[in-house]
Nanobody, 121 residues
Framework: QEHLVESGGGSVQAGESLRLSCVVSASTYRTHSLGWFRQAPGKQREGIAIIDHVGRTTYADSVQGRFTISRDNAKNTLYLQMDSLKSEDTAMYYC???????????????WGQGTQVTVSS
């Protein structure tokens, strides 16, 4: 069973925008906080944004003010709107279902398959 299925990655120029989507299975959507992580080549996977059941959000400093996480309860879908993209945002992006609202891989129950985002300067 696939709990999370992502889409929306691609290649853009610095300063442009992208929106990632993640369709979540109904049972997982109801019972978990949802978040986005990313992993650049040679680096550890890092949490960048998380949203809980009532819509409270937390962001990593690296994306605060540029990225927006949201969820659509009617569609069981998680989004990440990424604006003012920089070359250092280049990474594989993963959506995740977390059993605790913390931006840490230690709290992830399920991962999406990942989608590549490449930003050229």
């Amino acid at each position: 069973q696939e709990h999370l299925v992502e889409s929306g990655g691609g290649s853009v120029q610095a300063g442009e925008s992208l929106r990632l989507s993640c369709v979540v299975s109904a049972s997982t959507y109801r019972t978990h906080s949802l978040g986005w992580f990313r992993q650049a080549p040679g680096k550890q996977r890092e949490g960048i944004a998380i949203i809980d059941h009532v819509g409270r959000t937390t962001y990593a400093d690296s994306v605060q003010g540029r990225f927006t996480i949201s969820r659509d309860n009617a569609k069981n879908t998680l989004y990440l709107q990424m604006d003012s993209l920089k070359s250092e945002d280049t990474a594989m992006y993963y959506c995740a279902a977390l059993f605790h609202k913390r931006l840490s891989v230690d709290y992830v129950n399920y991962w999406g398959q990942g989608t590549q985002v490449t930003v050229s300067s």
